[in-house]
């Protein structure tokens, strides 16, 4: 069986979950249900990343052991997964002490062999972004703007450009490996001028403990260096041989485009200096905005996840994300753009295609499914999807593939429309079967991203023994006289 290894930054535990998070892990969720309606065995990792001054800073403004405020930020993470119905495999937070060993191997091995070397930092670091400044940086952050801090200290270094031609090379080799295009001309301008030696510990206690052979008090692990080694220590690295032997390398990482130079840069690095496969594709999505500003909660703009689901489904925060901007693009998320996709892709299109037929097959035929005649136009518009979404889905391009099934949901409807089945002509079985069967296949590519309302299609259409995967795909899987239920409206019109 073929495997397809996943996964997602981990995410802070210093704020609350938000619809950053919100977005790359829905992202994950809908390429690892893909994966395995296609028949592979899929591992989706995701978690939490828990080291650092960032979140100790803010444990002590909550007055909080940092563990403490890592565990009851862990308990919001998973309870928003489980409401957006996030089917992760592993769960990995970095404070685990399997993670943090791993952590320490991994410097130990990389000192030993001379990719690790102590010397000072003098200069600026962000506090906020948990970086050093390069010199030509000056005294503001790079990446967020603040004002960075003067330090001089002692620092065990990764000789990080040692691997500059290397990663030039593999990049010119491997084209797919940096996503989407857009990203690449980024990724040569990090690597046009020389890449600084990479400073991987802090004067910090909230942290990974250098390893025994080379510990001093009060200087840990870089987080940036902790969390990145998640992806080897979540799948098994040096504890489960099988299943790390099984999985890795990644097929996909899915990052914000913020995070780059740590994921195309950085990590693939590190992985060369452990000798290990390098990632087939690393993919950065663009930024969710609100009224083209930056989410900030001193601004009040933020989106805030959970009160999204309670509101309108997670299907639908699900389905939003996704279809309302390409993957790779700034988004603006505002509650209108929200209604007004909500309202014209499921309330109106998906929604009342179901109930419509559904409604006159009661009337016309006492909810059973009547008898298949010719597939006609909606037939031939099905056999010709899955190659399409194959491919669209290959690019990671969730936009190009909802709009495809958007097609043929319109298609259905404008069916409908014409053939007028109500008016109980001579076709109208064959009609309604039709409408019956297209959606059915609906369903299954409209599942990993909508899984609620996918399940309920399929409930409601009667559908049983079903054969699993591609198989279901077919046309005329159906079986007349099943029973067609109706139910309240899959989703309601927002007025
Ligand atoms: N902990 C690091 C990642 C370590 S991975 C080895 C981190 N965490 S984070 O919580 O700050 O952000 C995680 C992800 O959320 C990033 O991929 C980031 O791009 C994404 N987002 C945060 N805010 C976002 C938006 N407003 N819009 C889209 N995604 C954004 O970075």
Same mark, same amino acid.
Request: charged share 25%; net charge neutral.
């Given at each position: 069986?073929?495997?397809?290894?996943? %996964?997602?930054?981990?995410?802070?535990?210093?704020?609350? @979950?938000?619809?950053?998070?919100?977005?790359?892990?829905?992202?994950?969720?809908?390429?690892?249900?893909?994966?395995?309606?296609?028949?592979?065995?899929?591992?989706?990792?995701?978690? %939490?990343?828990?080291?650092?001054?960032?979140?100790?800073?803010?444990?002590?403004?909550?007055?909080?052991?940092?563990?403490?405020?890592?565990?009851?930020?862990?308990?919001? !993470?998973?309870?928003?997964?489980?409401?957006?119905?996030?089917?992760?495999?592993?769960?990995?937070? *970095?404070?685990?002490?399997?993670?943090?060993?791993?952590?320490?191997?991994?410097?130990?091995?990389?000192?030993?062999?001379?990719?690790?070397?102590?010397?000072?930092?003098?200069?600026?670091?962000?506090?906020?972004?948990?970086?050093?400044?390069? @010199?030509?940086?000056? *005294?503001?952050?790079?990446?967020?703007?603040?004002?960075?801090?003067?330090? $001089?200290?002692? %620092?065990?270094?990764?000789?990080?450009?040692?691997?500059?031609?290397?990663?030039?090379?593999?990049?010119?080799?491997?084209?797919?490996?940096?996503?989407?295009?857009?990203?690449?001309?980024?990724?040569?301008?990090?690597? $046009?001028?020389?890449?600084?030696?990479? $400073?991987?510990?802090?004067?910090?206690?909230?942290?990974?403990?250098? @390893?025994?052979? +080379?510990?001093?008090? =009060?200087?840990?692990? &870089?987080?940036?260096?902790?969390?990145?080694?998640? !992806?080897?220590? /979540?799948?098994? &690295?040096?504890?489960?041989?099988?299943? #790390?032997?099984? #999985?890795?390398?990644?097929?996909?990482?899915?990052? =914000?485009?913020?995070?780059?130079?740590?994921?195309?840069?950085?990590?693939?690095? +590190?992985?060369?200096?452990?000798?290990?496969?390098?990632?087939?594709?690393?993919?950065?999505?663009?930024?969710?905005?609100?009224?083209?500003?930056?989410?900030?909660? $001193?601004?009040?703009?933020? +989106?805030?996840?959970?009160?999204?689901?309670?509101?309108?489904?997670?299907?639908?925060?699900?389905?939003?994300?996704?279809?309302?901007?390409?993957?790779?693009?700034?988004?603006?998320? *505002?509650?209108?753009?929200?209604?007004?996709?909500?309202?014209?892709?499921?309330?109106?299109?998906?929604?009342?295609?179901?109930?419509?037929?559904?409604?006159?097959?009661?009337?016309?035929? =006492?909810?059973?499914?009547?008898?298949?005649?010719?597939?006609?136009?909606?037939?031939?518009?099905?056999?010709?999807?899955?190659?399409?979404?194959?491919?669209?889905?290959?690019?990671?391009?969730?936009?190009?593939?909802?709009?495809?099934?958007?097609?043929?949901?319109?298609?259905?409807?404008?069916?409908?429309?014409?053939?007028?089945?109500?008016?109980?002509?001579?076709?109208?079985?064959?009609?309604?079967?039709?409408?019956?069967?297209?959606?059915?296949?609906?369903?299954?590519?409209?599942?990993? #991203?909508?899984?609620?309302?996918?399940?309920?299609?399929?409930?409601?259409?009667?559908?049983?023994?079903?054969?699993?995967?591609?198989?279901?795909?077919?046309?005329?899987? %159906?079986?007349? =006289?099943?029973?067609?239920?109706? /139910?309240?409206?899959?989703?309601?019109?927002?007025?």
């Amino acid at each position: 069986m073929e495997k397809f290894y996943l %996964t997602t930054p981990i995410y802070y535990v210093n704020a609350q @979950p938000h619809i950053g998070h919100v977005y790359t892990t829905v992202a994950a969720d809908v390429l690892a249900r893909w994966h395995k309606f296609l028949g592979k065995e899929v591992f989706f990792l995701t978690g %939490t990343d828990e080291h650092g001054s960032k979140i100790a800073a803010a444990a002590a403004e909550a007055n909080l052991h940092p563990k403490d405020l890592a565990d009851s930020m862990v308990l919001r !993470y998973q309870k928003l997964w489980k409401l957006l119905k996030i089917k992760f495999d592993r769960f990995i937070r *970095t404070t685990e002490p399997e993670h943090e060993e791993v952590v320490r191997t991994v410097f130990s091995k990389l000192y030993r062999q001379g990719d690790i070397y102590q010397g000072t930092y003098t200069g600026f670091y962000c506090f906020f972004c948990e970086y050093y400044l390069a @010199p030509g940086d000056g *005294t503001i952050c790079p990446d967020c703007g603040r004002t960075a801090k003067k330090l $001089s200290e002692k %620092t065990y270094f990764f000789r990080l450009s040692r691997y500059q031609e290397r990663l030039i090379d593999f990049f010119a080799r491997h084209p797919d490996f940096i996503q989407p295009d857009q990203v690449k001309e980024e990724v040569n301008n990090l690597l $046009s001028s020389s890449l600084p030696d990479l $400073s991987l510990t802090r004067r910090c206690d909230w942290g990974i403990s250098l @390893p025994e052979e +080379i510990s001093e008090e =009060g200087i840990t692990i &870089y987080v940036w260096f902790d969390a990145l080694l998640n !992806y080897l220590s /979540g799948v098994g &690295y040096q504890r489960d041989d099988n299943t #790390f032997q099984r #999985f890795w390398p990644p097929d996909v990482q899915l990052i =914000g485009k913020d995070i780059i130079r740590f994921h195309h840069i950085i990590w693939p690095a +590190i992985l060369m200096a452990l000798q290990l496969p390098l990632p087939k594709r690393v993919f950065a999505h663009g930024w969710w905005l609100t009224g083209g500003e930056k989410m900030s909660k $001193s601004k009040g703009n933020v +989106i805030e996840p959970f009160t999204f689901c309670e509101k309108y489904g997670a299907d639908a925060l699900r389905y939003f994300l996704l279809a309302e901007v390409p993957f790779g693009l700034d988004g603006d998320f *505002t509650e209108t753009a929200f209604q007004k996709r909500y309202n014209s892709d499921l309330a109106n299109d998906l929604g009342n295609l179901i109930h419509r037929f559904s409604n006159l097959i009661r009337n016309q035929f =006492g909810g059973k499914v009547p008898e298949p005649g010719d597939g006609g136009i909606l037939a031939k518009k099905v056999s010709s999807l899955l190659p399409k979404l194959e491919e669209k889905m290959d690019r990671i391009d969730f936009f190009g593939y909802l709009e495809s099934l958007r097609e043929v949901i319109t298609a259905a409807n404008r069916y409908l429309d014409e053939e007028a089945p109500w008016r109980k002509g001579e076709n109208s079985a064959q009609v309604l079967y039709n409408l019956v069967e297209v959606s059915r296949i609906l369903s299954l590519y409209l599942e990993p #991203f909508l899984p609620h309302a996918a399940v309920e299609i399929q409930k409601r259409l009667g559908l049983t023994e079903l054969p699993s995967g591609k198989e279901a795909l077919k046309w005329g899987l %159906t079986k007349p =006289g099943s029973q067609v239920t109706e /139910g309240p409206p899959l989703f309601p019109r927002i007025k």
